[in-house]
C-alpha cells in the first residue's frame, strides 16, 4: 500500500479510505469501532426486521415454530448430544481397561444411542432443507409483490430521483437475513448448552474453569483480528494507464474486431503493444492486489495459532501436576469441547457482526414502499369536471402557462424555456423542430411523467371556472384521458394477446375488438406470420432455463435440448411498433381518451406503414385532442390545426401549414429540405 487518505462518506454509512495497489485503486469502508455507531444502525433496521418475522409467521405459525425447533436441534442439542455419547463411549472402553472388563451393556447402549441420533439429524437436516425452502420461496414471493406494487407505483421521476433505493433490491436476501438471525439464536442456545456441559465435565474431572477461558482465547482474537479484505465491503478499480491500455489490447482478440484488425493490417502494431508492457513489468504491479489480500501480519497470525494450543498445554500441565486424575477419555471429550467451542464462539461472532448489515438489507426492501411519487399523487378534483363535459367531449384543451423544466438528472439544462401554448380542444397539433428541441418533453409533462419546474399545465376552456392546473386533478382520472403512443413503448412479456389486450383491461378477453385494434395498428398480417398466433410471448424467459455443463456445438442430446429451448419467435423493429399501436388502438375503446400524444411511433416503419398509422390515429380523433411528435413532414403536418416549431426549448414559430410556408421561416426552411431530398431520391 503506497498511500492512504480517510474521507468522511458524505451521505450515509461507514466511512471509507483510498488505497494505492499497484495498477489498482482500493476503496473500502472503515468499519465503525463505537458500538453506539452500530447499535443506532441496527436500531433504524429493527423495525423492518419485525416486520420481516411477522410476515414470516404470517406464512405458517406452525411452519415457522418447526424451523425453530429444527434450527435448534441442529446447532445446539445435536453437538451436545453427540458430543455426550462419544464421551460416554470413551469412558466406559476406558474404564474397562482399567478395570478388565469393560460395561458391554453400556457400551452398546451408547453406540445405538449414538447411531440413532446420527439417523435423527439427518431425517431433521431434510426437514430443515425443505421448510428453509417452502419459507425462502413464500417471503420470497410475498416481497416480489411488495416490490412490483411500489415499483409500479413510482412515476419517472421518483424511479430518478431514488435510483439507488428501486434497482439494487433483492428480496431473497430478507430471507438470508432472517436466516442469518436464526442461526445466530440457535448458536447463542447452542452455546450456553455446551458452556453448561463444559463446566460439568471440568467440575467432575477436577478442572476449573480456567480451562473454558483457554478454549475462547483464539476464536476471539480471531474476530478482532480479521481484517481480510473480503471481510469488508470495498471497490476495486484498475485506473493505471499502461495496465488499461494492455488490457483493450488484450481484448482487441474478441471476435468482434477480427474484421477491423485483420483489414485494417494492425496485428503487428497489436501484439508489439502488450510485448512493450510486458517488458516494463506491468504483471509485478498487477500482483500487489492479490499479495494484499491474501496478507496478514506475521506477529499476530503466530499470536493467534499458538493461542488455539493453550487447550493443550493445559491438559499436558494437568497431566504432570496431577497424574491421578489423568483421564485420556476427558481430555479427548476435552479436546471436541475445545473445537465445538471454538466453532459456536466464532460463528456468534461473526454473524453478531453482520447484524446490522441483514438488518439494512431488509429495511431496503420495506423502504422502497417509502419512495415520493413527485408527478402522480396528483389532487382532488375529477376529470373531466362537471361543468366542462360537454366541452370535454371533443377532447381535452390544454394550456401551457411560461412553462419551464429541467430533467432531475440533469438540473442545469433547461429542456423548456419559458413555453406558453393554448390547444383547443379535439385540435390535431404536431410539434416539430431538431433534436433536443423539447418535444418529447412537452408530451412527459401532459402525460403527467413530470412535473413542470416552473409555470403550469392548466386544462379546460381558458377563463372556464372550472379550469384548473393539471396537478388539482385526479392522477388516475387523468391517466384514463389520455393515451400515448412513442417508441420507448415495449411490448409486456405477455402473450400479444394479452399485451393488446391490456389497453382496455375491462376488454382484455374480447377477442373481436383486440382483432379490430391489431387490425388498425397495422399489425394484424404480423400476427398471422407467427406460429402461435395471438398466443405467441415475444418476450420474457430471461432467468427461466439455464444449463450447467453443456455447450450447444456438442452435439449431443442435451446440446440439442438447449437449441430448442432457445428456439424462440421474434419480430422485427416495425413490426414490434405496429403491435404496441395495436395496444393503444385498443386503449380507445376505453371510451374515456380525450388526449392522445404521439411521439415518432413510425421510426421502424416503413413509408406504407406510416402513412396507414397515421390514417388510422387521425381517423380515430373524434372526441380527442391529439399531440403529434415528427420529424417526416408532409402528410401529417398538412393535416394539423396548428404546428408548433422548436427549438432549443423555446417554441420559434405556430400555425397551419399554410401560414407557416407563408411566414417563410423556420417550418418552411425544414419542409423546403425534406422536399428537395424526396425530390432527388424520386
Ligand atoms: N431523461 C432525460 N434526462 C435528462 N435530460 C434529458 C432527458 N430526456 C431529454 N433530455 C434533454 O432534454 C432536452 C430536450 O429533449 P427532448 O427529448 O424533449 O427533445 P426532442 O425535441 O424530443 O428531441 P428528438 O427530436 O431528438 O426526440 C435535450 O437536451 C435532452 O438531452
Known sequence: MTAANSSKDPVVGAPIKTSRLGVYRLVQEVPSTKFRESWDQAARGAPSVKRLVKEIIQLGRATFCAYLLLQLWIYAVEPILSLHLTSRILVIIEEGFKGGQPDANGLFGAVVMKMLAAVATAFIQRQNNALENKMMHGIEFKLQRLVLRSKLRTDLTGVQAKAVATKHIYERSAWYAFRHFAFTGAQFFGALGQLAYVFRTVQSSGHGPLFVILCLVRPILGIFTDNSLWATPHLIEADDPHFLRMKNLLALGDKKYKQDVITGDIVQHIVKGTLAIWINGLFTLACRLSQYSQRQATTL?????????????????????????????????????????????????????????????????YDIEKIEHDATNGGMA????????????????????????????????????????????????????????GKSTIIKLLMRLYQ????????????????????????????????????????????????????NPARKDDGEAVSEALRRGGANKVVERLKGGTETVLEGGKGLRWGSNVRKDEGTLLAAELAKMEKKSDVSGGERQRLVAARTFMRFTTNTVKLVCVDEPSANLDAEGEL???????????????????????????????????????????????????????????????????????
Open 301 to 365: 497470525s503466530v499470536l493467534i495459532r499458538l493461542s488455539g494450543d493453550l487447550p493443550m498445554l493445559y491438559y499436558a500441565s494437568n497431566a504432570i501436576l496431577h497424574p491421578t486424575h489423568f483421564s485420556l477419555a476427558t481430555i479427548a471429550t476435552l479436546q471436541s469441547i475445545d473445537s465445538l467451542l471454538r466453532w459456536s464462539f466464532t460463528g456468534i461472532l461473526n454473524t453478531v457482526r453482520g447484524f446490522t448489515k441483514q438488518a439494512n438489507r431488509v429495511k431496503a426492501i
Open 382 to 437: 375529477a376529470y373531466p369536471p362537471e361543468g366542462q363535459e360537454d366541452e370535454s367531449e371533443a377532447g381535452m384543451a390544454i394550456e401551457l402557462k411560461n412553462v419551464s423544466f429541467s430533467y432531475p438528472s440533469n438540473d442545469t439544462l433547461s429542456a423548456l424555456k419559458d413555453v406558453s401554448l393554448r390547444i383547443k380542444s379535439g385540435q390535431l397539433v404536431v410539434l416539430v423542430g431538431a433534436n433536443g428541441s
Open 452 to 503: 413542470p419546474t416552473s409555470g403550469s399545465i392548466m386544462l379546460g376552456a381558458p377563463g372556464h371556472p372550472s379550469t384548473r392546473d393539471i396537478r388539482e386533478y385526479k392522477s388516475a382520472d387523468l391517466r384514463r384521458a389520455t393515451a400515448a403512443l412513442t417508441q420507448d413503448h415495449h411490448l409486456f412479456p405477455l402473450s400479444l394477446a394479452e399485451n393488446i389486450g391490456l389497453g
Open 612 to 682: 396507414e398509422l397515421f390514417d388510422n390515429l387521425r381517423l380515430a380523433n373524434a372526441g380527442k385532442t391529439m399531440v403529434f411528435v415528427t420529424h417526416r413532414f408532409g402528410h401529417l403536418t398538412k393535416h394539423a390545426d396548428m404546428i408548433v416549431c422548436m427549438k432549443e426549448g423555446k417554441i420559434t414559430e405556430k400555425g397551419t401549414h399554410g401560414e407557416l410556408m407563408a411566414v417563410d421561416g423556420e417550418y418552411a426552411k425544414m419542409y423546403g429540405i425534406q422536399a428537395k431530398a424526396f425530390e432527388a431520391s424520386s
